[in-house]
């Protein structure tokens, strides 16, 4: 908002004032704003083309202090946290991992990014290639990092994980993933008790819960990339089916990130008006048949990508991005991530996906669809999936 403001024709003074009434009404403000706060903000803004995270980090870090702070300005330690660019750590630098880190890099989001991997060869290999497409997009210090390079991380993305083997059962994997996340997630809460981690490695309902158990963290900060990705593909399909720009279809894939997951068709809409009234209105044929097809292939998506290409990474990279954005500019987005189900529908003590309002703070609320009566089963009939798997792993984070 800060450059916004500038040009429209405000002054400092007056945007600071009018940046701080957004915030929100329970976030402690000084009133007036410090002096102090006033010429962090006139400092950041006589930078060149700054981007907009480092105005929000101020605007953010001012609401937490409810002493009045010396007229003569913040202390050293203060100021320097107001000013630090933001910072992303990715543990895993596969595909998943790598790809993020690329879309990461050319979005300009943040200031610093460390890889984390335990191939430190091809570690090294992934950043020297991201660092050499710095001069040619986007400012960023990148670098091969460790578990303790993990402080002072906004987001840490957890990408880490072993591929299914040959003969292996859903539920070997699932166990031998839940092994790894027992080793990396106890490093890097040791180094980080603030930040958010964010999940994206498969089963990430199963592993999001077991992040949860094992870090310690409330459950608002350990967030999975959910049926984020399933929810992309399900626009997709419908606004190819209706001639729409996917992006003004609105449609939510919830539950389990897998087989049991469920559309809700009876909310879906394009631009607020329900599929059947828009396709009586505009001719467009979205019937059971239509409907059904397009659920199949928004469900078995990634079977067919991994069978033609060996794997999917660009789109639930960019999931995962999507999802950063909002943490880190505090836009309270709507995105069906992978959360603990705060009672709905009778279901508690679980991770699933329903569309959760992303903020700062991580998820700031999850939001309650009023589901038809086959959604509600359907949906209750994935927690049952996702419970199953989880009591055949438990042990692990219980020792």
Same mark, same amino acid.
């Given at each position: ?15 600071? $004032? ?57 202390? $050293? ?323």
């Amino acid at each position: 908002m800060l450059l916004t403001t500038l040009h429209a024709g405000f002054t400092v003074d007056e945007m600071v $004032d009018l940046d701080l009434s957004y915030a929100p009404p329970y976030a402690p403000v000084w009133d007036p704003v410090p002096i102090a706060i006033r010429q962090i903000i006139k400092k950041v803004s006589s930078g060149i083309e700054r981007d907009r995270m480092i105005e929000e980090r101020v605007m953010f870090l001012s609401t937490l202090f409810s002493d009045e702070p010396e007229e003569n300005g913040l202390p $050293d330690y203060l100021q320097e946290e107001l000013l630090r660019p933001h910072k992303v750590v990715v543990v895993g630098a596969g595909q998943v991992g790598t790809t993020f880190a690329y879309a990461l890099l050319l979005s300009g989001l943040v200031g610093e990014m460390a890889l984390i991997d335990v191939n430190r060869e091809r570690l090294e290999g992934e950043v020297m290639d991201l660092n050499h497409a710095v001069p040619l997009s986007n400012p960023m210090r990148i670098w091969a990092g460790d578990y303790p390079d993990c402080a002072g991380a906004d987001v840490v993305v957890v990408a880490a994980g072993t591929a299914q083997r040959e003969g292996e059962t859903r539920l070997d994997l699932v166990k031998r993933n839940t092994r790894i996340f027992a080793d990396i997630i106890p490093r890097i809460t040791e180094h980080n008790r603030q930040g958010i981690l964010l999940i994206a490695t498969n089963p990430v309902d199963v592993l999001s819960y077991a992040a949860w158990k094992l870090s310690g963290f409330p459950a608002q900060r350990v967030i999975g990339s959910g049926t984020v990705l399933d929810t992309a593909r399900f626009r997709h399909l419908l606004g190819r089916q209706l001639h729409i720009d996917p992006r003004n279809v609105h449609a939510h894939i919830i539950g389990e990130h897998g087989d049991s997951e469920v559309p809700v068709w009876s909310m879906a809409n394009v631009t607020g008006i329900g599929l059947e009234r828009f396709c009586g209105r505009h001719s467009c044929h979205l019937g059971a048949k239509e409907r059904a097809e397009i659920f199949r292939q928004t469900r078995d998506a990634a079977y067919e990508i991994i069978e033609r290409k060996g794997a999917t990474f660009y789109a639930v990279a960019v999931g995962i991005l999507r999802i950063v954005e909002s943490i880190l500019r505090n836009q309270y987005t709507v995105l069906s991530v992978s959360t603990l189900v705060p009672g709905y529908y009778g279901i508690e003590d679980v991770y699933l996906s329903l569309p959760s309002v992303i903020g700062r703070a991580g998820v700031e609320r999850v939001v309650y669809l009023p589901l038809t009566k086959g959604e509600t089963e359907a949906f209750c009939n994935s927690a049952d999936v996702v419970r199953d798997v989880l009591d055949g792993v438990q042990d692990i984070w219980s020792d």
